[in-house]
């Protein structure tokens, strides 16, 4: 039985609801009167359900899909102005537990080299982050209880907190790890993480343990209930995010949708960001094997939909997505870039050697950060590095942009600042 304020998973992510919802949008997707209703109703700006926000999903009446695409470039000016938050993803360890058929870290893949950085390799890691003018961190870590305990991580977290380099320092850490324990978390809010990441994958429990056959990782409760476990730890910046690709994209949407509305319903504060990968090329994954793809087209109307649906709700890209695609897509919603990415354990410092390559997934957009700082600021947007704290840009964030952005018109594009 679906229960928003349920804490039990399927009862939030009630199957069912989810399947109504669907059947809700297939039959109202051509009712034109009550799309433009939801179109104003959106325009207020404060959000639709995820019942209305499936039928404008199920929609294809190309007047009323450009209004929602322009409603969401609306919101976003609104929102959030010319501002793009700045973020890098730090890989600590690739040794992992789990058996994500997705992945090219789960357990059985055993030509992948395996990695787990030491401190001093943490240390030149970030050093080479912040010369490339990097603040913000998101570090991810395989599920490994034996090498990639809690007490390393929280080790991670102090140590590149810890880095003072050339008057600057890594300024937030956000943390991608596996699903923990209330007690767990409640060590990650005292060691001064940012938002707690985690994606659901998918939300179809079906389709769910069907991917993650083995490991802690199948426990499909114990992995969607994680961001309340966490809020009971005290961590109130929680990242969402589906992997599409795996499952029926209107199936993660709605669900994705129920999942902010459930955490607004017991805790009384959505998702503070919302993640959009789409599945890619990885060591020994082909994404074709997943026959859930969706197109550039189809992705851009999810991430306009998000922005409109869940106004307050930040939205991430990274450099799975080509510079085409995130062109499109800031423009619609998106709020946070990830820039220079290495989805390898280490490699910032220096390359990896080919023969122990670890990425997690093939990047698409391999512009340096100062590419993709110009290429952003060509369009009039200002990358920040730092989160404004008050909805306005720090002066001293601001500065380093102007002086940036006069270097970039003057000169060539420098390596570093
Ligand atoms: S997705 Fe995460 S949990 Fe699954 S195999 Fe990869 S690193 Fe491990």
Redesign the pocket.
């Known amino acids: 039985m679906y229960n928003p304020k349920s804490l039990k998973a399927e009862e939030f992510i009630d199957n069912g609801e989810v399947l109504a919802a669907l059947a809700y949008a297939d039959a109202n997707k051509n009712n034109l009167k009550l799309v433009d209703e939801l179109l104003e109703k959106a325009s207020l700006r404060k959000g639709l359900t995820h019942r209305e926000a499936s039928v404008l999903l199920a929609c294809s009446d190309e007047e009323r899909t450009q209004k929602m695409y322009d409603l969401a470039e609306q919101i976003k000016k609104d929102f959030y102005g010319n501002r793009i938050v700045m973020f890098a993803p730090l890989y600590l360890s690739?040794y992992?537990?789990?058996?994500?058929v997705?992945?090219?870290?789960?357990?059985k893949n055993k030509h992948i080299a395996r990695k787990k950085l030491t401190q001093e390799e943490i240390i030149k890691e970030v050093t080479a982050l912040q010369d490339m003018g990097h603040k913000r961190l998101a570090i991810?870590?395989?599920?490994?209880p034996v090498n990639n305990p809690i007490e390393y991580i929280l080790d991670c977290i102090n140590t590149i907190y810890s880095i003072k380099h050339k008057n600057g320092a890594i300024r937030r850490v956000n943390v991608n790890i596996?699903a923990t324990t209330v007690e767990n978390y409640r060590k990650l809010k005292e060691a001064g993480i940012g938002t707690y990441i985690l994606?659901q994958?998918t939300y179809h429990k079906e389709s769910y343990e069907n991917l993650?056959p083995t490991?802690p990782?199948h426990n499909y409760a114990y992995h969607t209930e994680a961001m309340d476990r966490a809020m009971e730890g005290g961590i109130d910046d929680v990242g969402l995010g589906v992997l599409f690709g795996l499952e029926l994209y209107r199936y993660e949407f709605a669900a994705l949708l129920m999942h902010a509305e459930h955490l607004e319903a017991v805790h009384g504060v959505g998702p503070h960001t919302i993640s959009v990968p789409r599945i890619k090329h990885a060591d020994d994954i082909d994404p074709n094997a997943f026959d859930n793809s969706i197109s550039d087209d189809i992705f851009a109307k999810l991430c306009a939909l998000i922005r409109i649906c869940v106004p307050y709700t930040g939205m991430i890209i990274s450099t799975r997505e080509s510079q085409e695609v995130r062109e499109k897509v800031i423009r619609l919603g998106v709020s946070q870039l990830s820039g220079a990415s290495r989805t390898s354990v280490g490699g910032y410092n220096e390359p990896e050697p080919e023969d122990e390559r670890t990425e997690?997934f093939d990047v698409s957009d391999r512009r340096t950060l100062d590419e993709v700082v110009k290429w952003l600021m060509d369009f009039g947007y200002i990358p920040l590095f730092v989160q404004p704290v008050t909805g306005k840009a720090e002066p001293a964030t601001v500065l380093w942009h102007c002086v940036k952005a006069a270097r970039f018109r003057t000169a060539a594009i420098p390596t570093h600042l």
Do not use: R, S
Not at 96 to 100: A, D, E, L, S
Not at 140 to 144: P, T, V
């Open positions: 690739n992992c537990v789990n058996g994500c997705y992945c090219p870290y789960h357990l991810e870590a395989g599920e490994d596996a994606f994958e993650h490991g990782k997690q």
